[in-house]
């Protein structure tokens, strides 16, 4: 008996020894495929320089939907589709003007831009004194009284001492995305928002900005300055807190307009009714060409897809890769996916999502119970040789966010975010601040991860 518990043993060792084996060559061929016959180098070329920024409900957003549904179909996956979404349409028109205006006739242009979804200035612009806030409160206690008839200037700094960049973020944006809804309380006639960016610099950053329950009629406009813009009108306001400055913008909403999702799958030997799913955001912001935000993450999962097909892996769930449409001014396709997918019963095993930039991968975080937690962390021992080894609890992304009803694990893709907001939302975001092999390095993770989940399960 004793023998026989020491061959079960000894069998059980050897087992679990081969399968390890198996499992970092597999790990090891993602990595190796991915950084020289990869696509997604390739692909994000063409998405940005040949298509290039796609704000939802442009030209440039549909051609992007026909774009990477070709190249889906052109991998051979089981099924690709079209999933139809309303979404927003904003139009920038001509770029905006601004200067701070220190006495008649002594002006001093700075670098502005219009937020996502803000009105126009009247024709003629605005021109008006300028209260300098850090906060909802500090605006509150100067009251309509002192705020009345002025632009409010939103002026709190990214917490350049987080090293986790996205805290500092989220410490900072609801000034751009409340701020005009609450400066419209107390009568301000315009908002400026200093950019969310940790650097310096002379460009602008745009991004959603919100009215809340706030009439048409009673709607100002709102734009981002530059921080290097922020940082001269603050100092000068502290010389001359009279002064006056001047901005003009003609943005435009229109009525929402149809757009979609794309969506594409591998469908699973074994268990073909449980989904995995990878994805990023199609659509971007309209100042540079949405490299990092979300190019990125959309060529990424696509690329998940491809190295299945590529290195004849038959996955045992369905793999779903899905282009979202609309995350930055919306989450209308997040919102929609998950409803329809609520409404046929489907069943989401896992969702993973790339939208942190195309830089080195770090690791990832995860919206999960404890228990699908805890077993998570045991396959960080596979991303050790790549030195990829944050494993957190944390968000897994804004369009997979919906599926968290259905008790699907969410998971986002965590590169080293010490850049990630010099490009963030501005003229910034382009093909040539993205480096390829860090690119490839966060897809071949991002197959890893999904090849795990995959043959572990839940």
Request: hydrophobic fraction near 35%.
């Amino acid at each position: 008996m004793f023998r026989y518990f020491c061959f079960l043993l000894f069998s059980s060792i050897i087992l679990y020894s081969q399968d390890n084996q198996n499992i970092e060559s597999q790990i090891e061929s993602f990595y190796n495929h991915s950084l020289t016959n990869g696509k997604s180098y390739e692909w994000l070329e063409h998405l940005s320089n040949q298509i290039g920024g796609r704000l939802s409900g442009s030209l440039n957003a549909e051609r992007a939907v026909r774009w990477s549904k070709e190249e889906l179909e052109h991998l051979g996956l089981d099924k690709v589709w079209l999933q139809p979404v309303m979404v927003p349409k904003w139009v920038r028109g001509n770029f905006e003007y601004a200067s701070i205006e220190s006495s008649t006739g002594n002006s001093i242009k700075v670098s502005i831009c219009a937020l996502g979804g803000s009105v126009a200035t009247p024709n003629t612009g605005i021109r008006a004194e300028v209260l300098e806030v850090k906060s909802f409160e500090e605006l509150k206690k100067f009251g309509i009284d002192k705020v009345a008839g002025k632009i409010v200037f939103f002026n709190r700094p990214m917490d350049p001492t987080k090293i986790n960049t996205f805290s500092s973020y989220s410490g900072s944006v609801n000034q751009r995305t409340k701020g005009a809804e609450e400066a419209i309380k107390y009568g301000a006639v315009a908002v400026i928002v200093r950019s969310m960016n940790l650097s310096n610099d002379d460009f602008p950053h745009t991004g959603s900005m919100y009215y809340g329950s706030a009439k048409l009629r009673d709607r100002i406009p709102g734009a981002a300055i530059s921080t290097n813009g922020a940082n001269l009108l603050s100092s000068m306001l502290k010389l001359d807190p009279n002064l006056k400055f001047f901005i003009k913008q003609n943005c435009q909403n229109y009525p929402d307009v149809l757009s979609y999702n794309v969506i594409g799958e591998i469908k699973g030997s074994e268990f073909p009714d449980q989904i995995i799913l990878v994805g990023g955001h199609l659509d971007s912001w309209d100042l540079g060409d949405g490299s990092h935000d979300d190019g990125a993450g959309v060529v990424q999962s696509m690329e998940v897809l491809n190295q299945f097909k590529s290195l004849g892996i038959k996955p045992k769930h369905t793999l779903r890769v899905v282009l979202f449409m609309n995350e930055e001014n919306g989450l209308r396709g997040g919102k929609t996916y998950a409803k329809i997918a609520i409404k046929n019963s489907e069943d989401h095993l896992f969702a993973l999502e790339s939208d942190a930039g195309g830089f080195t991968p770090r690791g990832f975080s995860f919206d999960s119970s404890d228990s699908a937690f805890n077993k998570i962390k045991l396959w960080k021992q596979y991303f050790k040789p790549y030195l990829i080894n944050e494993f957190y609890k944390g968000g897994g992304g804004a369009d997979i966010g919906p599926l968290k009803s259905m008790g699907t694990v969410l998971a986002g893709l965590r590169p080293d975010s010490q850049r990630y907001f010099d490009y963030h939302h501005s003229s910034q975001d382009t093909f040539e601040a993205i480096n390829k092999r860090e690119l490839e390095l966060g897809a071949a993770t991002m197959s890893s991860l999904i090849y795990l989940v995959d043959i572990f399960g839940f």
